[in-house]
C-alpha cells in the first residue's frame, strides 16, 4: 500500500482493530477480515487472497469477507488517501487563547513542578492589574473576526492574585462586549485557596476550573507538599468534593500527575471515582531522567497495563451512576478533528500565547522564562513576533520525520513542542516517552468506543427481536 495510506491494527480485549489513520474509521472485523488486511497491508492483490487463505477459511467466508473490505475501500473508509500530505497551514494571524500567569510565586512546594515553585526559574511577583488588561486588549486586538476568546488564569498559584483576577474578568466583560467578543475564562489551581467566596465567585462567573489532586492521600501527600512540608490532601479533598458537587459536576477537571512512585496510577483513578469525582485526568510527569519519580522506558509495561485497567474500569462503570470521564479517553469519533488540529494538536505560538506577570508573551504556559521564545511585550506594544509565529506554524506533523508515519497523527497532532524543545532541543523531534503513552492512551481509547458500539448494536438487536 502506499499514498498515504496507512491502517493501525491492534488486539483488544478480544477485539480484533482496525483504524484506518486518513478517514479515522474504526473496524471491529472478525479473523478472516483481519488475516485478508493483513495480506492486503503487506501488498498482496485481492485476486491473490482466496488461493492464499485456502484451506483455512471455507471459500464462502473469504469472499464475504473480501466483499465487505472491498466495500469499505471503495467508500474511502479503509486504505484512504492522506488528503492532508503536503498541506500546508496558511497564516491567520488570530489569537484565540491567552494564559495568564497572574502569580509567579506558589502556596506549596509540589517535588515534580516545571515551574519551579511557580517562579518559572525567573523572579517571583504578582500581575499588575495594569499588565492583565493589556493582555486583555491584545487578545481583542489580535483575534480578528473572531468571536469567541479564552483566557486560562494560571500560575505559580493564581488565585493568590485573586483580586486581579475578578478585576480582569470585569475588564474583558465590558471590553469584549464593546468589540463584539465574548470571553470564557478558566482557572488552573491547587486549591488551597478555594473557599467559600472563591467558589461563589467561580460559579457565578462560568468558569471552567482545573484543580490539582494526585489520586491516595499517600501518592498526593508525597509531592504536593504544603510550605511547612505536610501534605495538601486533606485540606482539598472537602473543598474540592463541596465546589464539584455545587456545580453538578459541570465543567471541571480534576487533574493529577503520576510519576514513577505510583506506577500503580490505576489505583489513584479508582481512589478518585470512589471519593465521587466525575471528571478525571491523570497526566504523565514530564521530568528529567535524573529525577527520582520520573518515567523511564522501563515503566512502561507497567504503565501500558494501568490504561488497560482503567479502560476496563470505565467499560464496567459506563451508564451508571459512577460514570466518569478520563479526560485522555475523550474522543469525538462522529466529528474527527479539524484540519488545523489534525496537522498541529495544540496551538502554542499560532493561536495560543502565554503572558507572564511582566507582560512578556511566550508560544505557551511551558515556554514562559525561555528568553530565545519571547514573542513579544504588551507593556510595550500589542504586536507579537511574526517570524516566530511562522517558526510554530510550520512545526506539524507532515514536517516531523516521526509524525509523517505515525499511526497515531491526526489524534496526537504532533505532540507538545514543548516536551520537544525540553527533551530533544528540537521542536521538530517528539519526546519519545510521551508518543509512546500517547499510543497507548489511544488504543484504549478506540478500543472503548469500539466496545460501546458493539453493546448498543447488541441491545438493538434483542429489543428488535422482541418486538411483535
Ligand atoms: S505520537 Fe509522537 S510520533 Fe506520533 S504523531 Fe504524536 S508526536 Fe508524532
Ligand atoms: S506546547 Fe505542549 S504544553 Fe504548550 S500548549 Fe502545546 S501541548 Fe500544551
Redesign the pocket.
Known sequence: MSNGMMIHKYRHEGLNIVLDVNSGAVHVVDQPGWDIINLLEQGYKRNQIPRTLQGVYHQQEITEALEEIQTLMENDLLFSADYLEGYERAPEHVIKAMCFHMAHQCNMTCNYCFAGEGSFGGEKGLMSREVSFRGVDFIIQNSGLRKNCEIDFFGGEPLLNFKVIKETVDYARKKGREAGKEFKFTLTTNGLLLNQEVKDYLNEQGFSVVMSLDGRQKVNDRVRTMKNGSGSYDSLVPEYLSFVEGRNHQDYYLRGTYTAYNQDFFEDLKHLVKLGFKQISLEPVVAPSEAPYALREEHLPELYRQYEHIARYYLKLYGSENTFTFFHFTLDLSQGPCIKKRLA??G?GTE?LAMSPQGHLY?????VGKKEFLMGDVTQNLQYDRDLYQQFLRVDINRKEDCRTCWAKFYCGGG????AHQFNGDLYKPYTLGCRLEKKRLECALGIQAQLFLNHEQNASKEASREP
Open positions: 494538536g495544540c502554542a495560543y508560544p505557551c504556559h511551558q515556554f507538545c513542542h514543548a516536551n
